[in-house]
């Protein structure tokens, strides 16, 4: 039962008012893509011990859906942030960084 | 004999007489007792029978640790198996009975089992049940199925009588435990002004200090007063912390009257509670010592002995032979000499021997052997004596001591159960020889920080004085981890014990050989010996984690409270490791079993889901509805007339629609007004069809794929205006593709001006269907024009029919001359009412789903679910008209373009005809020649959606076959589950008016 914060709404409300859903910033390959391209995209996940970067939902709530920062080990919580932006912003990684130096997550570190 | 003695016995009221039931004797206990103190009292120190060998059982503990005195209690709607004798509290009328024999608790044949016990071993399941394989169906199951098992399991049939609840709650810090360390550390935390929560599994504060005494004269009662007066703090008696979970989730489970079934109100509460700080005083179990004979009633804890003294004014026995390896237990010996009765021996099983507390013992005259062991108990079905010998030896016995009781303390273990649910660890004490919390590794929560500490004896803190300064720093730490000041209270100032240490003895005596081992018990409630453990060791189980499961140590509704430890020493002795190194199992909430319908709290019968209702729901009630559920809605799945049968209203309903008029309620189907300048862009890429080139007031059926290019719904698309679509889903698929377009507009394309609104309540629809339907509508008047050329098919318009707000649709899902109305929902039964009433002439029948089915099945057309099962994609269906060869991309194209996708070599959808006009049965497969690498015939195809058509008056079917449009004309075999194999030709899927003449008139 985790407790997280929607950034949109600013609610802070445990997980029966979220739902997960999986990794975040994934870059979606449409037609004419390569195949492992696209087995990637659709397919391919990261199962990080450690720092991880995941879609939530606030469904119960204002239906909006943003990205978390989070320690799978742990479940301690770095942060939430719009899903509406490529890479994760600074503040965030600054976060991640201060409690987890020297961390990477695919291309971000 | 266990007795009621003169005096003493804290908590009973002997003016107070309850009188209680016991496998139909009526016996006699007070006011405060337990039902097992009031059946020691009884003299009924025999409770039950064991799991495996069927053995006489007695009680051992005092608390919730108990693994004998287990009972089936209450009768009909209020029968429960499996309740502890010992925090079960006496009232009056409470009837039990034992549990696990056959045919009397006295006389119990399965005991053979106890004579058989060299052949049943560790792990017999796996060794013996293996060979012949039939055997286990008729021989080895039905064997172990009557042998086996604890309480008998509560009637199918009967419902619980009584009701239970949820409770949300919020604290600053949550106190479990309410004895002496639990109640500083609350009294500290709240001190600080934080909101403080504090719950005892017990109907009394004080724990284990009001037995052994408090740190001063009166002081939990002070302590109690004071924590009462706070208005920032509530206290729970009889409520458990059940479980520890992720970012300070704690469940806390109160027991509101099963000791006052007369009252009203819930059983049970589920406490379901965000702390900030959770501080666990939880105290510590005694330890068992592991001796041949060691589970013969009798034979109990030493502190559970004195608990019953002190406690409830019971003896166990007249002569209570004391073995120990602690100092502890000399209280037992003093505490039962002082009541008057005999102690014949403390059997220390230190060369040393005990501290001051010895030296009061052998004060009082009790003959004290050190260096000593129990090489045996002898007694059936209760003590009868105790067998000496050396410790250090391997069990020569140097002389018999008469008792009738023996009071046993392997030393004490930390309960750190709430501490380890969430991940806190452990490290191994070795001088005080226990698993105690390691406060550098707590749980974390969101921030990364400890949200649980331990205090007291829960934190290996046995000695009063250093638990109490333990808990008074437990509290002022937590009360300022959740944002408070906080300092320290005065504590009374109390001499540290100058007991001698614990020497631990995990087998007794030491070089204990075969033949004692296999009678030293480790896990009594499920059968589990020094020597199974030695076995899976020996086989191989090196992992305490699977010699767990092999063994079964532990995995007893009292989930090895007392055994564990003792079960891993004895793994790590004979692996010849630390324990540390064994470590311990995995501790999992409960903490002890909490009810299943505390579980469920309000959310049973009418409430358990809420049914949703269409405003036609109480006509249909009326006249007749067959209910089927579909998604949380209710739909008629026909309308039953007088006596006839759900298949005959069927066929009622699909000729009279067809021959004249029939009205079906669609108002459950799903609907999306999808928005803005982008609108067109957006369901582009949403559904497998162009949706940007549907004109305002034209409809467009279409086709949604995952990105996966499974077809996932379908539904007709309405051009409301320029900016504005209509887009019905499925019935079950509303919440759903409405979850699914708001995933893409926001996390892909969050730049696109769309707005989505899920208007599926907002509107009533019905469907008006048949050859007389569009003169019904024009009977109802108003300003819409729906005229053959007004109103083309898959066209929209709205305006005033008669006086409603009407949206109508010309879609025909049946096939015929129809259309779809919808009202604003508060008009919705106006409107039916209305068509039912204008319909009368042309003989207006109501259908239900199954004549929707039926109907569309008979044209031909799919539907998600029965002909989708989220492996079919459209071309596999057919479809490829609906999906758009000009767009560059939608969701699920990319993936349809893998070459197995592409390939023709796929199961698709052809309409199967059965030669003899019977109807295939549902799910039926189609076979093929060969048989699998299992034996099974090769299939090729399976019945997707198969009814009988009354139209056609004979069975008709879809079903995806392996490459069947290719194969036009071939018959293929179904073999039906009752023998008869139905031959079915593959012909077209439209079974009803190829040409779709009806539909366009």
Same mark, same amino acid.
């Given at each position: 039962m985790l407790?997280?914060?929607?950034?949109?709404?600013?609610?802070?409300?445990?997980?029966?008012?979220?739902?997960?859903?999986?990794?975040?910033?994934?870059?979606?390959?449409?037609?004419?893509?390569?195949?492992?391209?696209?087995?990637?995209?659709?397919?391919?996940?990261?199962?990080?011990?450690?720092?991880?970067?995941?879609?939530?939902?606030?469904?119960?709530?204002?239906?909006?859906?943003?990205?978390?920062?989070?320690?799978?080990?742990?479940?301690?919580?770095?942060?939430?942030?719009?899903?509406?932006?490529?890479?994760?912003?600074?503040?965030?990684?600054?976060?991640?960084?201060?409690?987890?130096?020297?961390?990477?997550?695919?291309?971000?570190? | 004999m266990s007795t009621r003695l003169a005096n003493g016995g804290r908590r009973i009221d002997r003016t107070r007489p309850v009188e209680f039931r016991f496998n139909g004797k009526r016996l006699k206990g007070f006011e405060g007792d337990t039902l097992a103190s009031a059946l020691l009292a009884n003299d009924q120190m025999m409770m039950g029978r064991s799991f495996k060998y069927h053995r006489p059982r007695?009680?051992?503990?005092?608390?919730?640790?108990?693994?004998?005195?287990?009972?089936?209690?209450?009768?009909?709607?209020?029968?429960?198996?499996?309740?502890?004798?010992?925090?079960?509290?006496?009232?009056?009328?409470?009837?039990?009975?034992?549990?696990?024999?056959?045919?009397?608790?006295?006389?119990?044949?399965?005991?053979?089992?106890?004579?058989?016990?060299?052949?049943?071993?560790?792990?017999?399941?796996?060794?013996?049940?293996?060979?012949?394989?039939?055997?286990?169906?008729?021989?080895?199951?039905?064997?172990?199925?009557?042998?086996?098992?604890?309480?008998?399991?509560p009637d199918k049939e009967t419902l619980d009588a009584d009701t239970y609840e949820h409770f949300y709650f919020f604290a600053d810090v949550v106190v479990v435990g309410g004895g002496v360390a639990g109640l500083q550390a609350a009294k500290t935390a709240a001190l600080s002004g934080a909101k403080v929560l504090i719950m005892e599994q017990d109907p009394h504060w004080g724990g284990r200090a009001m037995v052994d005494g408090e740190p001063e004269e009166g002081f939990v009662q002070r302590l109690v007063g004071e924590l009462e007066g706070m208005d920032n703090v509530t206290m729970r008696r009889r409520m458990m912390g059940a479980g520890v979970y992720d970012h300070g989730y704690l469940l806390g489970y109160e027991r509101l009257r099963d000791h006052a079934p007369m009252l009203a109100g819930p059983r049970h509460r589920l406490w379901r509670i965000r702390a900030g700080q959770i501080i666990t005083a939880t105290g510590a179990i005694e330890r068992p010592l592991s001796f041949a004979g060691n589970d013969i009633p009798g034979v109990m804890l030493a502190g559970a002995v004195r608990d019953y003294i002190a406690e409830y004014g019971v003896s166990p026995g007249d002569r209570v032979a004391v073995v120990t390896n602690n100092d502890d237990a000399y209280r037992t010996a003093i505490a039962v000499k002082k009541a008057g009765l005999e102690v014949p021996v403390?059997?220390?099983?230190?060369?040393? @021997? /005990?501290?001051?507390?010895?030296? !009061? #013992?052998?004060? *009082?005259?009790?003959?004290? %052997?050190?260096?000593?062991?129990?090489?045996?108990?002898?007694?059936?079905?209760?003590?009868?004596?105790?067998?000496?010998?050396?410790?250090?030896?391997?069990?020569?016995?140097?002389?018999?001591?008469?008792?009738?009781?023996?009071?046993?303390?392997?030393?004490?273990?930390?309960?750190?159960?709430?501490?380890?649910?969430? @991940? /806190?660890?452990?490290?191994?004490? !070795? #001088?005080?020889? *226990?698993?105690?919390?390691? %406060?550098?590794?707590?749980?974390?929560?969101q921030n990364g920080a400890g949200f649980v500490r331990c205090a007291g004896a829960a934190n290996g803190a046995l000695d009063l004085g250093a638990g109490l300064a333990d808990a008074d720093a437990a509290g002022k730490g937590a009360a300022e981890a959740a944002g408070f000041k906080a300092r320290g209270d005065t504590l009374p100032d109390l001499a540290q014990d100058d007991a001698l240490p614990i020497e631990p003895v995990w087998m007794m005596p030491q070089g204990a050989g075969p033949k004692l081992r296999m009678k030293a018990w480790l896990d009594y409630q499920n059968d589990v010996k020094v020597s199974d453990v030695q076995l899976a060791a020996r086989e191989g189980y090196e992992s305490v984690e699977h010699t767990k499961r092999y063994t079964t140590l532990g995995m007893a509704t009292d989930q090895g409270k007392l055994s564990n430890i003792n079960g891993l020493a004895i793994l790590s002795d004979t692996?010849?490791?630390?324990?540390?190194?064994?470590?311990?199992?995995?501790?999992?909430?409960?903490?002890?079993?909490?009810?299943?319908?505390?579980?469920?709290?309000?959310?049973?019968?009418?409430?358990?889901?809420?049914?949703?209702?269409?405003?036609?729901?109480?006509?249909?009630?009326?006249?007749?509805?067959?209910?089927?559920?579909?998604?949380?809605?209710?739909?008629?799945?026909?309308?039953?007339?007088?006596?006839?049968?759900?298949?005959?209203?069927?066929?009622?309903e699909i000729r009279a629609t067809r021959a004249s008029l029939g009205l079906l309620d669609a108002s459950t189907l799903g609907k999306l007004i999808v928005k803005g300048p982008d609108a067109g862009k957006f369901l582009d890429m949403l559904y497998t069809n162009m949706m940007s080139t549907l004109?305002?007031?034209?409809?467009?059926?279409?086709?949604?794929?995952?990105?996966?290019?499974?077809?996932?719904?379908?539904?007709?698309?309405?051009?409301?205006?320029?900016?504005?679509?209509?887009?019905?889903?499925?019935?079950?698929?509303?919440?759903?593709?409405?979850?699914?377009?708001?995933?893409?507009?926001?996390?892909?394309?969050?730049?696109?001006?769309?707005?989505?609104?899920?208007?599926?309540?907002?509107?009533?629809?019905?469907?008006?269907?048949?050859?007389?339907?569009?003169?019904?509508?024009?009977?109802?008047?108003?300003?819409?024009d729906i005229s053959k050329d007004g109103l083309s098919f898959m066209g929209y318009t709205s305006g005033k029919l008669g006086e409603f707000d009407a949206r109508i649709f010309r879609i025909a899902f049946a096939g015929e001359l129809s259309y779809e109305v919808a009202v604003p929902a508060s008009q919705g039964r106006a409107l039916w009412d209305a068509l039912w009433d204008a319909g009368e002439e042309f003989g207006v029948t109501p259908y239900g789903t199954e004549a929707m089915h039926v109907m569309r099945a008979e044209k031909g057309f799919i539907m998600i679910g029965d002909e989708t099962d989220g492996t079919v994609i459209p071309q596999d269906l057919g479809l490829h008209w609906a999906i758009s060869k000009k767009k560059e991309d939608y969701i699920g194209k990319r993936a349809q373009e893998r070459t197995f996708m592409q390939s023709s070599d796929r199961w698709q959808l052809v309409g199967l005809e059965t030669v003899d006009g019977s109807v295939i049965p549902d799910g039926a497969y189609a076979v093929a020649e060969g048989e699998n690498a299992n034996g099974q015939r090769n299939v090729q195809g399976r019945v997707t959606s198969t009814y009988y058509s009354p139209t056609l008056d004979r069975g008709i079917a879809m079903g995806l076959v392996h490459k069947g449009p290719e194969r036009m004309g071939e018959v293929i075999d179904f073999p039906g589950t009752d023998g008869t194999i139905y031959k079915a030709k593959i012909v077209d899927a439209v079974f009803y008016d190829p040409e779709g003449e009806k539909q366009n008139v």
């Open positions: 407790i997280l914060e929607c950034p949109c709404c600013g609610v802070t409300g445990e997980e029966t008012e979220f739902h997960g859903g999986g990794e975040a910033h994934l870059k979606r390959f449409g037609p004419g893509s390569a195949d492992t391209d696209f087995e990637n995209y659709l397919f391919m996940r990261e199962n990080p011990k450690g720092v991880h970067l995941e879609r939530w939902r606030h469904v119960n709530g204002c239906g909006k859906w943003f990205h978390v920062a989070r320690c799978t080990v742990t479940l301690e919580i770095f942060g939430s942030y719009s899903a509406q932006t490529l890479e994760p912003p600074q503040e965030i990684k600054d976060a991640i960084s201060a409690k987890r130096p020297g961390w990477s997550w695919r291309d971000f570190s | 007695g009680v051992v503990a005092s608390g919730s640790e108990e693994p004998n005195a287990l009972f089936n209690m209450g009768e009909g709607g209020k029968f429960e198996p499996n309740q502890r004798a010992t925090t079960t509290e006496l009232f009056d009328g409470l009837s039990v009975t034992s549990q696990n024999h056959w045919p009397s608790l006295e006389f119990d044949v399965g005991v053979l089992n106890n004579y058989a016990a060299r052949f049943l071993p560790a792990g017999f399941y796996y060794k013996t049940f293996m060979f012949p394989r039939p055997a286990w169906k008729h021989v080895f199951e039905p064997f172990i199925r009557q042998s086996a098992g604890l309480g008998r399991a403390i059997v220390d099983a230190r060369a040393g @021997g /005990g501290g001051e507390l010895a030296r !009061e #013992a052998r004060g *009082m005259g009790i003959r004290v %052997e050190n260096g000593k062991a129990i090489a045996k108990v002898t007694g059936g079905k209760r003590v009868k004596s105790v067998k000496l010998c050396a410790q250090a030896g391997e069990g020569a016995v140097l002389e018999e001591v008469a008792c009738d009781a023996v009071a046993m303390s392997g030393g004490w273990s930390p309960v750190v159960h709430l501490w380890s649910h969430c @991940g /806190g660890k452990l490290v191994w004490d !070795e #001088a005080e020889a *226990m698993f105690r919390p390691d %406060e550098s590794r707590p749980p974390l929560n692996l010849g490791q630390a324990i540390p190194q064994t470590g311990t199992t995995t501790f999992r909430p409960p903490y002890t079993p909490i009810s299943m319908a505390s579980i469920a709290g309000e959310a049973r019968g009418e409430i358990f889901q809420p049914v949703r209702r269409t405003p036609m729901h109480a006509w249909h009630e009326a006249n007749g509805a067959h209910w089927e559920p579909v998604g949380h809605w209710r739909r008629p799945y026909c309308y039953l007339k007088g006596e006839e049968t759900p298949h005959e209203a069927v066929s009622r004109k305002p007031g034209r409809c467009r059926y279409g086709l949604m794929c995952s990105e996966n290019g499974f077809l996932s719904d379908d539904g007709v698309v309405v051009r409301l205006d320029e900016d504005s679509f209509l887009c019905h889903t499925t019935t079950g698929g509303a919440e759903r593709i409405h979850g699914h377009m708001e995933e893409w507009l926001q996390t892909e394309w969050w730049d696109w001006q769309v707005h989505v609104v899920n208007a599926t309540e907002q509107w009533a629809q019905v469907g008006v269907v048949g050859p007389n339907s569009r003169k019904v509508l024009e009977k109802l008047g108003g300003d819409v």
